[in-house]
Structure formats: structure tokens, C-alpha cells
């Protein structure tokens, strides 16, 4: 990979430098010529992403000494050095104080530019590093909604907008694109934090036996194994903030209580006939698109009206690409905390795999790949194996059993175990969800420990 970047040209000789600025410039590099070192000395700071080609044999100040001087401002700027036949010697021993490398006249032109190629990819990712361990010192643990890209900072400034006006919030995005941290800076941004609870419920993890007691809590003896009274999810969310992620999965005898609730703000428990005030800010937050009736499916038009007053959209992580070395850090800073480990510099495999890869799990599968690469898990964490390793032998029916049973893993870890969000993404029934479990022989508890 060609690697455009900037050269400092220090040389004496006025047509080799010209000869040789040509060649760097034809392979789209920019040349910054000197006739002498000092001139350079003066150029140069810890804030240069380029590199050095000086040659050793100039008046004044030489090339060794200049290389000296250089390794004073910034030891990690590559420094390549020219020399003559005579020079040689001295050039290994440049070398082994810290000399990127050296290059004997004559020389071809293919020799200087494949080591100021490797240089500059040299030097890109010492920068690199370097940006992302200041912005890993600056990111604080709870810092919300990372990124500078247009989109974010929209989001953030209509979140601060509307933090402390009480009106329900519909969030919509991906799975693992950072809902509720949207819903969690609602409540942190606004006079709710000091007043009440953020409390956060996933409609698609309890089934519906379970969820209208976790919401609307109950009385005691409201049903066989009710002993003593509970306090639901939304009374004890008064006065603050009550998220309800995965909305869409919420059983439809459920969602008519919910309606009332949210249009007279009051709570009545399971197994109670009284009803009580709450003051409820709520924040749902659905996988799909709400607004079209053919995703909506069974969810209450009127439910869906009631809540989008104000409707947010989180962009997925694809669509906002020049937010993950940022987030990355602070993942990676975050990591190294929680392992008591130091942490790592990037390496070009692994800025590659940044840019390259679409991230279909969005924030969520940056902080877990952020995870492996603290852990020194690099090549596990950036190896895909393709379609052509997988075995293709056997019968017809052998090699889609092996299939279905690799798409099922590959899905169960994308959502780290989520038994809603995998049969959502398979497009399957739960009970053939299980079904393909029990068959294959795979246990969804090994992805959720993954997770963990």
C-alpha cells in the first residue's frame, strides 16, 4: 500500500536533490528540499508526520550530526540517511542508534522510494498511536455519545436541546449502535439525574408472564408465587427516566397498559385496583423502523403515535467511519483499565481492519474487538475466515446443516447471546430458534459468557 505522505530532502548538491525530489514527487509525495541541515533543524517539531532523507557528507552541519539533533525532537522520526562508499560504516553504526536506514550511492531510484515508503506507513502509525493515546487519556468512562462526525454531534446538540423539557423520546438504530447511551445522556443531561432513577428494561428478554410485573410491579398474592409487594420498573422510575429498549417486543396486552400509562400518567400494580401518580420521562428504543406500518407488525399504531413526539436516529457505525479511531481509543483505554493492562499501539493490521471492515455490530462489536486487541488477541481478532475454508464434503443436506449451524454462531455472537435480536436477525420462530440449537448442538450460553 502507497503511503502519500511528507519528506524533508536534505542534501548539498543541488542536482541530486532536484534528481531526487522528481523521483519522490512522481511517486505522489510531497518534498520539502534543503540545501543545508540546519535550514531543517529549524522546520522540524514533534508535530511533523513526515520523515527525513538527509544526505551524511554536507558542510557545516553533517548528516550524522543532524540525525543526532533530530532524534533530540522526536526519536521515533525516521531518519534515512545518503552515503557515499566510504560511509558505510558509519551508517551501520547510524543504524543501530536509531537510523530507519541507509542508502549507498548510487543508487536506483526503486531503492529510495520502496524505504521512504516504508518510512512514511512507519511514521503514519507512530502518529496514529499517538492521537489515539491522547484522546484514550481524555475520554472519560462514562463520556457519551463519542465521535466528532456531523451526524453525532446533531444528535448531541438535539439531546441537550430537549433534555430537561420531560417530552418522550423514540430512538431508532441498529442493534448495538449505542441506544442507550442516548437514552442514559437524556437523563444525565437534564434535571431528572438529581430527581429520580434511570431504569432501563429490554421488552424482548422477559416473556410476557414476566414483563407486566417488572413494569407495573404487583401486590402481594396478585398470583401464585407473589409473596410479598414489588415495585415496578415504571414507579420506580418516577420522577426520573424509564427506558424501554426493544419496544417492538413488547406482547400487545402489555402495550394497552403502557398506552394508559403514558396518557395518564398514572401506574396501576398487577393484582391492585388503585391507581397511582407517576411522573415518568419514558425512552423507547426499537430495532426497526416504527414509522412503516409493514415493520411496525403488531405494535399499536396508537401506542407508536404516543411515543414519537420526538423521534432520534442513531447512524450505524458504517455510515460514520471517522468516528472509530475515537471511539476505538476510549474502548481500548477503557479495556486497559479493566484488565489492569498498558495500552496497546495500533499496528497497521489492525488500522486496516478498522477502516476496512463494516462493523455490522456496530458500537458494540468496536468495544469487544477493542477488548481482544488489549488482550494481545490481534490475529483472532482481525482474522475472517472465508467461505472457501469452510469443509465441502459430504451430502447436499450434510453441507447446509453445516452452514445454518455456522450462521446461527456467527449470529448468536453478533448479539453476544440475545436470544430476541438472533431470531429477529434469522427471521425465525423462537421455538425453531431452540429447535436448531438442540439439533446442532450449540449452547447460547457460550455467547452470552463472551460477553461478559
Same mark, same amino acid.
Given at each position: 500500500?502507497?503511503?502519500?505522505?511528507?519528506?524533508?530532502l536534505v542534501d548539498d548538491d543541488s542536482q541530486l536533490r532536484k534528481a531526487m525530489r522528481q523521483t519522490l514527487e512522481l511517486e505522489g509525495m510531497t518534498v520539502m528540499p534543503? @540545501?543545508? *541541515?540546519?535550514? &531543517? +533543524?529549524?522546520?522540524?517539531?514533534? /508535530? #511533523?508526520?513526515?520523515?527525513?532523507?538527509?544526505?551524511? %557528507? $554536507?558542510?557545516?552541519?553533517?548528516?550524522?550530526?543532524?540525525?543526532?539533533?533530530?532524534?533530540?525532537?522526536?526519536?521515533?522520526?525516521?531518519?534515512?540517511?545518503?552515503?557515499?562508499?566510504?560511509?558505510? @560504516?558509519? *551508517?551501520?553504526? &547510524? +543504524?543501530?542508534?536509531?537510523?530507519? /536506514? #541507509?542508502?549507498?550511492?548510487?543508487?536506483?531510484?526503486? %531503492? $529510495?522510494?520502496?524505504?521512504?515508503?516504508?518510512?512514511?506507513?512507519?511514521?503514519?502509525?507512530?502518529?496514529?498511536?499517538?492521537?489515539?493515546?491522547?484522546?484514550?487519556?481524555?475520554?472519560?468512562?462514562?463520556?457519551?455519545?463519542?465521535?466528532?462526525?456531523?451526524?453525532?454531534?446533531?444528535?448531541?446538540?438535539?439531546?441537550?436541546?430537549?433534555?430537561?423539557?420531560?417530552?418522550?423520546?423514540?430512538?431508532?438504530?441498529?442493534?448495538?449502535?449505542g441506544k442507550e447511551v442516548v437514552a442514559t445522556a437524556l437523563h444525565r443531561w437534564s434535571k431528572r439525574r438529581a430527581q429520580g432513577n434511570f431504569v432501563a428494561l429490554n421488552c424482548g428478554a422477559l416473556p410476557e408472564t414476566v414483563i407486566e410485573s417488572e413494569l407495573?410491579?404487583?401486590?402481594?398474592?396478585?398470583?401464585?408465587?407473589?409473596?410479598?409487594?414489588?415495585?415496578?420498573?415504571?414507579?420506580?422510575?418516577?420522577?426520573?427516566?424509564?427506558?424501554?429498549?426493544?419496544?417492538?417486543?413488547?406482547?400487545?396486552?402489555?402495550?394497552?397498559?403502557?398506552?394508559?400509562?403514558?396518557?395518564?400518567?398514572?401506574?396501576?400494580?398487577?393484582?391492585?385496583?388503585?391507581?397511582?401518580?407517576?411522573?415518568?420521562?419514558?425512552?423507547?428504543?426499537?430495532?426497526?423502523?416504527?414509522?412503516?406500518?409493514?415493520?411496525?407488525?403488531?405494535?399499536?399504531?396508537?401506542?407508536?403515535?404516543?411515543?414519537?413526539?420526538?423521534?432520534?436516529?442513531?447512524?450505524?457505525?458504517?455510515?460514520?467511519?471517522?468516528?472509530?479511531?475515537?471511539?476505538?481509543?476510549?474502548?481500548?483505554?477503557?479495556?486497559?483499565?479493566?484488565?489492569?493492562?498498558?495500552?496497546?499501539?495500533?499496528?497497521?493490521?489492525?488500522?486496516?481492519?478498522?477502516?476496512?471492515?463494516?462493523?455490522?455490530?456496530?458500537?458494540?462489536?468496536?468495544?469487544?474487538?477493542?477488548?481482544?486487541?488489549?488482550?494481545?488477541?490481534?490475529?483472532?481478532?482481525?482474522?475472517?475466515?472465508?467461505?472457501?475454508?469452510?469443509?465441502?464434503?459430504?451430502?447436499?443436506?450434510?453441507?447446509?446443516?453445516?452452514?445454518?449451524?455456522?450462521?446461527?454462531?456467527?449470529?448468536?455472537?453478533?448479539?453476544?447471546?440475545?436470544?430476541?435480536?438472533?431470531?429477529?436477525?434469522?427471521?425465525?420462530?423462537?421455538?425453531?430458534?431452540?429447535?436448531?440449537?438442540?439439533?446442532?448442538?450449540?449452547?447460547?450460553?457460550?455467547?452470552?459468557?463472551?460477553?461478559?
Open positions: 500500500m502507497t503511503m502519500i505522505g511528507t519528506v524533508y534543503f @540545501p543545508r *541541515a540546519e535550514q &531543517a +533543524l529549524e522546520a522540524l517539531s514533534t /508535530d #511533523f508526520d513526515g520523515i527525513v532523507i538527509t544526505d551524511v %557528507r $554536507m558542510p557545516g552541519m553533517d548528516g550524522l550530526q543532524f540525525f543526532e539533533r533530530v532524534r533530540e525532537i522526536d526519536a521515533d522520526l525516521p531518519v534515512i540517511l545518503i552515503t557515499g562508499h566510504g560511509d558505510v @560504516p558509519m *551508517a551501520v553504526a &547510524a +543504524l543501530h542508534n536509531g537510523a530507519y /536506514d #541507509f542508502i549507498s550511492k548510487p543508487f536506483p531510484a526503486e %531503492r $529510495m522510494v520502496e524505504s521512504a515508503r516504508r518510512a512514511l506507513e512507519k511514521r503514519h502509525l507512530v502518529m496514529e498511536n499517538r492521537a489515539l493515546k491522547r484522546v484514550a487519556l481524555q475520554a472519560e468512562d462514562d463520556l457519551p455519545l463519542i465521535g466528532q462526525t456531523p451526524a453525532m454531534e446533531r444528535l448531541r446538540n438535539t439531546l441537550r436541546h430537549i433534555a430537561d423539557t420531560d417530552v418522550d423520546v423514540l430512538v431508532a438504530g441498529e442493534t448495538g449502535s407495573f410491579g404487583h401486590e402481594a398474592g396478585a398470583f401464585t408465587g407473589a409473596q410479598k409487594k414489588r415495585v415496578g420498573r415504571i414507579e420506580h422510575s418516577s420522577a426520573g427516566t424509564l427506558f424501554l429498549d426493544e419496544i417492538e417486543s413488547m406482547p400487545p396486552a402489555v402495550q394497552v397498559r403502557m398506552l394508559r400509562v403514558l396518557e395518564m400518567r398514572k401506574v396501576s400494580p398487577v393484582g391492585s385496583n388503585e391507581e397511582r401518580a407517576v411522573d415518568i420521562r419514558v425512552v423507547a428504543a426499537a430495532k426497526v423502523d416504527l414509522g412503516d406500518p409493514l415493520l411496525r407488525g403488531d405494535f399499536r399504531d396508537d401506542l407508536y403515535y404516543r411515543l414519537n413526539v420526538v423521534t432520534l436516529s442513531i447512524p450505524p457505525l458504517r455510515e460514520r467511519k471517522a468516528d472509530i479511531p475515537l471511539l476505538f481509543s476510549h474502548f481500548v483505554k477503557k479495556a486497559s483499565t479493566r484488565f489492569g493492562m498498558p495500552v496497546p499501539s495500533i499496528t497497521s493490521t489492525v488500522s486496516r481492519y478498522l477502516n476496512d471492515h463494516d462493523w455490522p455490530g456496530n458500537v458494540r462489536e468496536l468495544g469487544h474487538f477493542a477488548e481482544r486487541i488489549v488482550l494481545g488477541l490481534e490475529g483472532a481478532a482481525t482474522d475472517k475466515p472465508s467461505a472457501d475454508a469452510r469443509v465441502t464434503s459430504g451430502t447436499l443436506s450434510e453441507r447446509m446443516d453445516r452452514e445454518e449451524a455456522q450462521i446461527i454462531r456467527e449470529t448468536l455472537e453478533k448479539f453476544d447471546g440475545d436470544v430476541a435480536g438472533t431470531i429477529g436477525a434469522l427471521g425465525i420462530a423462537r421455538k425453531t430458534f431452540y429447535d436448531k440449537l438442540q439439533r446442532h448442538n450449540i449452547s447460547r450460553t457460550d455467547y452470552v459468557q463472551k460477553a461478559s
